[in-house]
């Protein structure tokens, strides 16, 4: 797989086996020890993932996908100790797609990250590539979002959930339901997740919130 992911992980061992593993499939990877390190090559290459531990020297994880996202909607996949749920829900709300706990299988993450990228770049075929609904423009193939001509930046998560909200109007879309579709059946989070990405998707889509709606005790809809 041609694609480039920055590695930031302080751990020296660790990074090295992991930087080995994504190597080995076929990935360029680039290192960071640090969060300043981070900064720097994210914005020195053309970054496809970025895998982001959050203890770090220097700036931390939360700092470091929270300034990504305000330029870039990359895919990241967040690395912690510590399997505190309010972490992952923090993590979430800073716009990270992904959430593994150490200690973790490498071959896993690689997994992880491929079906990660696999979703960002779409599997379109023939299909038409422009989804428009209610003033919501979105592009499939540049995974851009616009609203009534202004582009919106969406991450990963938030591109997945509202098309697949557009893709599926006026249907409800229970929460274990969009779980399983947008973050896989193999995935150990609960409802809140689902909850998080809504909100701040909703935030993101201002005047245009309205559109998603909440179904008590069922789940969401989009509504035009």
């Known amino acids: 797989m041609n694609k480039t992911v920055l590695l930031v992980e302080d751990e020296q061992r660790l990074r090295e086996i992991v930087s080995d593993y994504f190597l080995n499939e076929g990935f360029t ?79 896993v993450l690689v997994a992880r990250a491929k079906t990660l990228l696999k979703r960002a770049e779409g599997s379109l075929g023939q299909e038409e590539h422009m989804l428009s609904l209610s003033g919501i423009e979105v592009n499939k193939l540049s995974r851009t979002v616009s609203i009534e001509g202004n582009e919106v930046i969406l991450t990963h998560k938030e591109f997945e959930l509202l098309l697949y909200f557009m893709e599926n109007k006026g249907i409800v879309l229970s929460r274990q339901h969009l779980l399983n579709q947008l973050w896989g059946y193999d995935y150990y989070g609960d409802d809140r997740t689902v909850d998080t990405h809504v909100k701040k998707l909703r935030s993101k889509l201002g005047n245009k919130a309205y559109h998603i709606t909440t179904v008590i005790r069922a789940g969401y809809k989009f509504e035009e």
Not at 38 to 66: K, N, T, Y
Not at 78 to 84: G, K, P, S, V
């Open 29 to 107: 990877v680039v290192e960071a020890e640090d969060g300043k390190q981070a900064l720097s090559q994210f914005e020195a290459h053309d970054i496809d993932l970025v895998i982001l531990d959050i203890m770090l020297p220097e700036i931390d994880g939360w700092s470091i996908c929270r300034r990504i996202r305000k330029e870039s909607g990359v895919p990241i996949i967040m690395l912690t100790a510590r399997a505190d749920e309010e972490d992952t829900l923090l993590g979430f709300e800073l716009g990270a797609d992904e959430y593994v706990t150490k200690p973790f299988s490498p071959k």
